[in-house]
């Protein structure tokens, strides 16, 4: 998915003038890149196969909504201001669950033109402020993780996916990824910005929600709470509501 701001934003194979793309991977990555116009050569992080939403907005957007100042952006800001290719922070970083929120309620937006536009405007500089604020954050002495052990752990990520519902035990994971415990449980919240457990009530929680939102599905609140892994329906509530600010009820009126 490839989101437009009209006259802000450079959608071409190749651009004549600089502009900044914000990634967001499906396994659960995303970083911010610079390309310098009038070509396209870059160190963009390496492309995968897997669906992404990009969103691509020219330097003068990012100047206006930071009102020129740059020096936020640190070393990458830097580079802007030199026109060199560069990569936020030099590597990807994992999505947070607030920024899922602001990229759903991007895909199901129901405005069309103006307010459309207003609405993907306001949450795209919600997105970046979110981008901007996690990269900046990192303790300049963090360990980056090595390819290999990111393969590793997408592994994992894809084995929890497949079996939301019955998860595999830390051990199971760390046996089958070929990856220490240790190393399985840090690297996964680093990679992923979340816990191995935190990653599957998140997932499942999502599901609850869109079978709730689903008017189609007859199915109670406490038998999505079930379904969800919840025995209590009231800790499911109250685990909805942190997650997204409001009860389950309310999606259904």
């Known amino acids: 998915m490839k989101i437009v701001l009209e006259s802000d934003l450079i959608h071409t194979s190749e651009s004549d ?4 793309q914000m990634r967001f991977e499906n396994c659960g990555s995303h970083s911010l890149l610079f390309y310098p116009g009038p070509h396209r050569k870059s160190n963009q992080l390496e492309q995968s196969d897997l669906k992404s939403i990009d969103v691509e907005f020219s330097l003068n957007f990012l100047r206006r909504i930071l009102h020129q100042d740059l020096e936020i952006l640190r070393d990458f800001g830097k580079n802007i201001d030199k026109n060199l290719p560069a990569v936020m922070g030099n ?4 999505i947070t669950s607030a920024m899922k929120q602001i990229l759903v309620q991007i ?14 405007e306001a949450k795209v500089i ?9 990269i900046n954050a990192l303790p300049s002495g963090k360990r980056v993780l090595k390819k290999l052990d990111m393969d590793k752990l997408n592994e994992v990520r894809a084995m929890l996916l497949d079996n939301i519902h019955n998860p595999y035990s830390i051990e199971e994971l760390s046996k089958t990824a070929g990856i220490n415990r240790t190393k399985l449980q840090e690297g996964f919240k680093e990679l992923f910005g979340t816990t191995i457990f935190g990653f599957i009530t998140d997932i499942r929680l999502e599901e609850a929600r869109q079978r709730i939102q689903d008017q189609s599905h007859a199915a109670s609140i406490a038998e999505i709470a079930a379904l969800a892994g919840y025995k209590n329906p009231q800790h499911f509530t109250a685990a909805f509501k942190r997650k997204y600010g409001f009860l389950p009820k309310e999606l259904r009126g």
């Open 17 to 20: 003038v600089p502009y900044l």
């Open 91 to 94: 590597r990807s970083f994992p």
């Open 107 to 120: 895909i199901e937006c129901s405005f069309s033109g103006t307010l459309k536009r207003l609405f993907i």
């Open 126 to 134: 919600e997105l970046l402020t979110l981008q901007i604020t996690q």
